[in-house]
């Protein structure tokens, strides 16, 4: 079992940055996969961004690509999401979710944030 709780969201001008951080509780952190998605009125959950088990490798959507970047600090048990160089169409509710391996699928994830809100608009 592993309980995740994401902060670090708020309200940002286009072409700002913000870090988004996910807290995770238990032993066995570095046994999962973890990763970002975010979610818009409406919309579907989306796959942000991803980090293996070791953190040696990052996966990120076509859509943020060279403006986010996701680490993780097994020592802390937290993952981190850097924002830069955001946009309106970024605006959404942000989550953290843990998986027993890497993947871009919401269903592979078993354990769930309750979601941090981005807004960006001017």
């Known amino acids: 079992q592993v309980q995740l709780v994401e902060s670090g969201g708020g309200l940002v001008q286009p072409g700002g940055s913000l870090r988004l951080s996910c807290a995770a509780s238990?032993?066995?952190?570095?046994?999962?996969?973890l990763g970002w998605f975010r979610q818009a009125p409406g919309k579907d959950r989306e796959f942000v961004a991803g980090?293996?088990?070791?953190?040696?490798?990052?996966y990120y959507a076509d859509s943020v690509k060279g403006r986010f970047t996701i680490s993780r600090d097994n020592a802390k048990n937290t993952v981190d999401l850097k924002m830069k160089s955001l946009k309106p169409e970024d605006t959404a509710v942000y989550f953290c979710a843990a998986s027993d391996h890497t993947t871009v699928l919401a269903t592979a994830y078993d354990y769930w944030g309750q979601g941090t809100q981005v807004t960006v608009s001017s």
């Open positions: 980090i293996s088990m070791s953190g040696t490798n990052t």
């Open positions: 238990g032993r066995t952190f570095s046994s999962y996969a």
